[in-house]
């Protein structure tokens, strides 16, 4: 039988309780608050649901706030210049038609490292239809910055991404006519299991087809990803 000597399992045990420590270390928790927004006049009825997102990790929520800041200030500014048209459009039209926008986010991923959501924005001003557009917003938190489409990806990797868009794109009814690709992707929005490519109308089809969502899992995408240390799978 082999004998160990007291300092040997004093060692082990105080290895043995780092590596418990360690491993049960608390991640900064990430949570949201919801904003709207209501304004209604002569020429334009706008309505803007959106998220802020914070931390309860003091270090994590200063990096937050510009995030923060940049949403509003950017929410704002659309409004203001979307009521502003509406103002001087307002005597030739209809006098009871109004100019519409409303804007709504979807919440893909918020975590202490990363965030991704996606904006859809309805317009209407005038003519058969309304327009509905989307955009995605990235922001690295840890690097203090917005990613955008060119940001995400290692520019060497597009023509194999193309070809899983290819793959994972549905269209039973045969109704689109162009082939997705990165370049054409109006919005691209990521989480630890899939990345979702988004397609306004007409990018891909008649308006009538309508917009295109492809989820394309995050295993087959990580080795593309130009951002460090991604939780994918997870």
Not at 74 to 103: C, S
Request: net charge negative; glycine share 4%; proline share 4%.
């Amino acid at each position: 039988m082999r004998h160990y000597s007291s300092s040997s399992g004093l060692a082990f045990l105080v290895l043995l309780l780092a590596t418990l420590l360690c491993g049960c270390a608390r991640r900064a928790e990430v949570y949201t608050t919801e904003k709207a927004i209501r304004l209604s006049d002569s020429a334009s009825i706008v309505e803007a649901d959106y998220i802020l997102i914070h931390s309860d990790s003091h270090k994590i929520n200063a990096l937050l706030e510009g995030y923060n800041q940049e949403i509003e200030r950017g929410l704002n500014d659309t409004i203001a210049k979307f009521r502003e048209e509406a103002l001087e459009t307002k005597p030739y039209l209809p006098p009871e038609m109004k100019y519409e926008l409303y804007i709504k986010d979807s919440v893909f991923m918020a975590a202490d490292n990363f965030v991704s959501l996606r904006y859809m924005v309805y317009t209407f001003t005038g003519g058969a239809h309304g327009m509905t557009c989307f955009y995605s917003y990235n922001y690295d938190i840890s690097a203090e910055k917005q990613l955008d489409k060119k940001s995400l990806f290692k520019p060497e990797c597009t023509a194999q991404i193309d070809r899983l868009l290819e793959e994972y794109f549905q269209d039973p009814d045969g109704c689109f006519t162009e082939k997705p690709t990165v370049e054409s992707a109006t919005a691209i929005n990521i989480t630890p299991e899939y990345v979702t490519f988004t397609y306004d109308q007409y990018i891909l089809g008649a308006y009538a087809c309508g917009p295109v969502e492809i989820n394309v899992p995050a295993t087959e995408l990580k080795d593309f990803l130009e951002i460090k240390d991604f939780p994918v799978g997870i």
